[in-house]
């Protein structure tokens, strides 16, 4: 199973950033896929998770209301669209991707090397 995370970089606060996850090896649409990321001193957080079908959803109190995750089953990609970003979502953004029965905030089989988010103020 291979995860490339791509669409990082570098963005002024209140600015949008896409970020993609293309997966490859899995059956993607029976995978669930998540986003977590890890800043500089700071352990991984969850930021948002998508079912297989991508009927449902789930968010950090963080991620609600600025990002939003979703998927091209076509496409075997996943997506984090990321509004109105401050200097705290500064991070390496990871995409997971799971089998087992839906739990969002759980741990996942499968990672992706990550992607450098850097918010400016």
């Known amino acids: 199973v291979q995860l490339q995370a791509s669409g990082g970089g570098l963005v002024q606060a209140g600015g949008s950033l896409r970020l993609s996850c293309l997966a490859s090896g899995l059956t993607f649409s029976h995978s669930a896929m998540a986003w977590f990321r890890q800043a500089p001193g700071k352990e991984r957080e969850f930021v948002a998770a998508?079912?297989?079908?991508?009927?449902?959803?789930e968010y950090a109190n963080s991620a609600t209301g600025r990002f939003t995750i979703s998927r091209d089953n076509a496409k075997n990609t996943v997506y984090l669209q990321m509004n109105t970003l401050k200097p705290e979502d500064t991070a390496v953004y990871y995409c997971?991707?799971?089998?087992?029965?839906?739990?969002?905030?759980?741990?996942?089989?499968?990672w992706g090397r990550g992607t450098q988010v850097t918010v400016s103020s």
């Open positions: 997971a991707a799971d089998r087992a029965t839906w739990n969002p905030r759980g741990s996942y089989a499968y």
């Open positions: 998508i079912t297989g079908s991508g009927f449902s959803t």
